[in-house]
């Protein structure tokens, strides 16, 4: 069988970057950031270094990766200014477009999740916060160490992601290479 390292991203300033190697949880990153202005943005060459680090260790596996997608409109007083909210969706955008631009620069192909998609097939709709993460701690004991704070739920969503795409679209496509 073909070896996997998939790439799940919770894409907000402070979500992260789980990688699945061949099904099981391997390094991850909390989003490295960096201060821009009065603000901070994803560093984007951080987060390609740890990408590189990752597929440099596992020469020839099949590389891909999932990010939960985000509809980011910001919002406008009256005068038509960006609210704080507004400026915080912004940034969110931001980062969310680096994270995508990232990813393709490095030929890597990328499946854009909307939450509700994901979440759905772990059966976490309309759950609390947390649900995410005691689901990952279930079904991998093994992560205990990058889940043990409810602060971790950014990792625990971006683990879910990539166990999303690996159940929902990795098997078919190792599946069809393997018959090709």
């Given at each position: ?88 969706r912004h940034s969110l955008a931001e980062g969310y ?69 690996e159940n929902t679209h990795l098997a078919s496509h190792i599946t069809d290479e393997a018959a090709a």
């Open positions: 069988m073909e070896r996997s390292l998939t790439f799940g991203i919770d894409p907000g300033l402070t979500g992260s970057i789980f990688t699945l190697i061949d099904g099981e949880p391997g390094p991850v990153l909390d989003m490295p950031t960096m201060d821009v202005g009065q603000g901070s943005e994803v560093d984007a060459r951080a987060v390609a270094i740890f990408i590189r680090e990752q597929r440099a260790a596992h020469p020839g596996a099949h590389v891909s990766a999932a990010m939960e997608r985000i509809h980011a409109r910001p919002m406008r007083d009256k005068s038509g200014t960006p609210t704080e909210g507004g400026k915080a477009g680096q994270l995508k631009a990232t990813i393709r620069v490095l030929g890597i192909p990328l499946d854009l999740v909307a939450p509700a998609t994901w979440k759905r097939h772990f059966h976490l709709l309309g759950t609390a916060k947390d649900a995410a993460r005691v689901l990952a701690l279930a079904r991998f004991p093994s992560a205990g160490r990058s889940l043990s704070r409810k602060k971790d739920s950014g990792r625990a969503d971006a683990l879910l992601i990539a166990l999303w795409f």
